[in-house]
């Protein structure tokens, strides 16, 4: 019997099935599309989600290939009124944010799960889903029956497997539509980041991608009709620019072209049974700020190391409702912000339109304000240390990519060493006296590392890079009480 199936193929089911089969759990993936998108959708990775690509062996090329054109710059007509850089956060990291469409993220991740063993099943539906104590039987297009022990639907905003759990999505529009299009254009706009226009009528933004190409996107209220047409969206793109930008530009090709509007929806909750969430079938929030396939990437990568513990042996089923207890909470947060954020750029009336172009555009322009801007984005500095396996500092925080050295001697990073398995983290010249204790609780999958720095205390890290044990507290009590699904001690 398959351990887990996974419906869905893109960013969170992709790197679910990969955290899962890097400890050797059982994983066929689903997916009801005829084969991988080509269209770049999401087009930006933060260096949280670089670092979970990393840990899961994906990063690979996808620095080579991206764009790290990090700053945004704010236009009032023709005058640049604010300039925010997205850069470094003072918190250590070996993985760069990228300007890499999502098609790419996917492929990466697609090449990766080959190397474990497992493809996509494309064309290939969830229409069914029944549970009980021991397993999930699952119906799929086509008249097949198959029977797995853990059922994660990680597909999308209308995730069926969402509704086969019925699990309520309740939430809100809070926008009307935009208009997006990648395509060329010959025009004088500097690549080296974002571009975005703030006009009465609402705003206008340009982004840089890969292989000499934009991507437009403009607010698009109140127009009457049906969906319009790839040359609709490109016209009006095109009399956008020139009414709200004041520039000129030729258009090129256009490689895709769409409209959404912006919904906030969140899952009641992330696990019913046997049956989980992870990534838009959990949350859907505005694209400002980059941060959903962000958010599923982490989603995909704290409910790997859990699955797989339980699926293992190693732990009870209570650990896997941490799932929900810390990554639920983080939704809230993107949500409010990213809400809040395209509330501001779409300001229509003239108290939203000062306070946005007067107060805002200044306030953005402050080093403080850009720093801290950077390190929300990033979300690497998200804690777990509120939910039920945090603990006093740092226990459930996110541990720097410290360099240390091997047992041997060798030198290496420890983000690096955690592809699915844990670490035990040894101050200079310590003994590993704990690490019989912890690879009898979490199985093979445990490396022992050496600091370079002066810190005295031995550190236990999590898969997914989040203290769980500092050598203050008994190891063991700790560790069997975590995998319980309680807080250590």
Wanted: charged letters at 25%.
């Amino acid at each position: 019997m398959t351990t887990v199936l996974v419906a869905g193929s893109g960013p969170a089911g992709l790197a679910l099935a990969c955290g899962l089969r890097q400890q050797g759990v059982s994983v066929r993936v689903v997916d009801r599309a005829p084969g991988p998108a080509t269209t770049s959708r999401a087009n930006f990775v933060h260096a949280r989600g670089s670092e979970v690509l990393d840990r899961l062996g994906a990063l690979g090329t996808l620095p080579e290939q991206a764009l790290h054109a990090i700053t945004v710059t704010t236009y009032a007509g023709d005058r640049p009124v604010m300039k925010v850089r997205f850069g470094d956060t003072g918190l250590r990291t070996a993985a760069p944010p990228m300007m890499i469409s999502q098609a790419s993220v996917e492929a990466a991740l697609r090449d990766r799960l080959a190397e474990l063993g497992v493809s996509t099943e494309w064309g290939t539906e969830v229409v069914g889903a029944e549970q009980d104590a021991d397993g999930v039987t699952v119906g799929l297009a086509g008249g097949e029956t198959t029977r797995v022990a853990w059922l994660a639907g990680c597909d999308g905003s209308g995730s069926t497997v969402r509704g086969l759990a019925d699990i309520p999505f309740p939430g809100v529009r809070i926008s009307e539509r935009f208009l997006l299009a990648d395509l060329e254009i010959d025009w004088d706009i500097d690549r080296d980041g974002t571009s975005g226009w703030l006009h009465p009528d609402g705003l206008f933004a340009a982004m840089p991608m890969p292989g000499d190409r934009w991507r437009l996107f403009a607010y698009d209220p109140g127009q009457p009709g049906a969906r319009p047409s790839e040359v609709e969206i490109v016209d009006r793109l095109a009399r956008y620019l020139r009414e709200r930008t004041g520039r000129d530009a030729r258009f090129g090709r256009c490689n895709w072209a769409s409209v959404f509007s912006v919904h906030r929806r969140l899952a009641e909750h992330y696990r019913r049974g046997r049956i989980l969430l992870a990534g838009d079938a959990a949350h859907v929030h505005s694209p400002f700020g980059g941060q959903g396939m962000l958010t599923g990437l982490g989603d995909a990568e704290n409910l790997a190391w859990k699955l797989a513990s339980v699926a293992g042996g190693y732990a009870d089923e209570a650990l896997l409702d941490t799932y929900e207890a810390e990554r639920r909470p983080l939704a809230e947060d993107v949500l409010r912000a990213t809400t809040a954020v395209t509330r501001i750029n779409i300001a229509s009336t003239p108290f939203g339109r000062f306070l946005r172009d007067k107060v805002l555009v200044r306030l953005g322009n402050l080093p403080l304000v850009q720093r801290t801007a950077t390190y929300s984005a990033s979300q690497l500095g998200v804690s777990y240390r509120k939910g039920p396996l945090g603990g006093r500092r740092p226990i459930g925080d996110r541990v720097p990519d410290l360099p240390c050295t091997r047992d041997d001697g060798s030198g290496t990073r420890l983000h690096a060493e955690l592809r699915g398995g844990w670490a035990l983290l040894l101050p200079r010249g310590g003994h590993g006296e704990h690490a019989e204790t912890a690879a009898k609780l979490l199985g093979p999958g445990l490396v022992t590392l050496h600091r370079v720095d002066d810190e005295p205390r031995a550190l236990l890290v999590r898969p997914d890079g989040h203290a769980a044990w500092r050598d203050d507290t008994d190891l063991g009590e700790t560790l069997a009480a975590l995998l319980r699904g309680g807080r250590p001690r």
